[in-house]
């Protein structure tokens, strides 16, 4: 069975520093997908950055940069230059493709608070 | 933001009550599903669908029902609110066939039962 798990279930970062939330995920799988989401307080889910596992170069969306471990399972969010919008729970979330099933596996998330 | 849609956003209501807490989205993704999630903490799946007409239940064991007529509405049903059931509802959609890998969510429907 697959398993996510977040290590940290609360960090606080100073605004305009970069911070890393760390993931990691067990699965015998050889094709699938990682996410992680973003939810704000009282608002909306919200994908931040997607990485499929058959591509070694890790993804980049704006200031969100992941460090994808394949071999060792990791799935680290690294947030460059906080800003106090960051302030929310994150998700890592897993998917595969190829055990016939599309269920999402989540972490237990961990909340983020950017300090002003 | 995505077109997934759920209301009410907010209920409250008493024991015994039977609610239907809607979801649509108009992106025609043919994956949709029901977590459950106490506020600030892990989400749940307690109902599933691969498209119209399949249902499947989650992990979360869950006293509602869901059905899935078309392809845009999945409706999940309590027939008989408790207060165990105060919680957020969300609602999300998918479609890895047509290379949509990600959930979209909905806003969430926060349900108290008195």
């Known amino acids: 069975a697959q398993t996510v798990t977040q290590s940290q279930p609360e960090m606080s970062v100073q605004e305009a520093e970069t911070v890393t939330l760390s993931c990691t995920y067990d699965?015998?799988?050889?094709?699938?997908?990682l996410f992680w989401y973003k939810q704000p307080p009282s608002r909306q889910m919200i994908l931040v950055i997607r990485?499929?596992?058959?591509?070694?170069q890790n993804a980049t969306e704006n200031r969100f940069s992941v460090n994808f471990q394949k071999a060792a399972k990791s799935f680290s969010l690294k947030i460059s230059d906080s800003q106090l919008g960051d302030t929310a729970m994150y998700f890592c979330?897993?998917?595969?493709?190829?055990?016939?099933?599309?269920?999402?596996?989540f972490g237990t998330g961990t909340r983020l608070k950017v300090l002003a | 933001e995505a077109d997934i849609y759920q209301t009410p956003r907010y209920l409250v209501i008493g024991t015994g009550k039977k609610i239907t807490l809607e979801c649509s989205q108009t992106?025609?993704?043919?994956?949709m599903y029901w977590y459950q999630q106490d506020p600030g903490m892990e989400l749940h799946l307690i109902h599933y669908?691969?498209?119209?007409?399949?249902?499947e239940k989650g992990d979360l064991s869950s006293e509602s029902t869901v059905s899935r007529i078309r392809t845009e509405h999945f409706p999940l049903t309590l027939e008989s609110a408790r207060p165990s059931h105060t919680s957020q509802y969300l609602c999300?959609?998918?479609?890895?066939?047509?290379?949509?890998?990600?959930?979209?969510f909905g806003p969430g429907t926060r349900l108290t039962v008195t």
């Open positions: 999300a959609s998918s479609d890895q066939g047509a290379g949509v890998y990600e959930q979209y």
């Open positions: 699965t015998s799988e050889n094709n699938y997908y």
């Open positions: 990485q499929e596992a058959y591509k070694q």
């Open positions: 979330a897993f998917m595969a493709l190829t055990s016939g099933t599309y269920k999402y596996i």
């Open positions: 992106m025609g993704h043919d994956k």
């Open positions: 669908s691969y498209g119209v007409n399949s249902t």
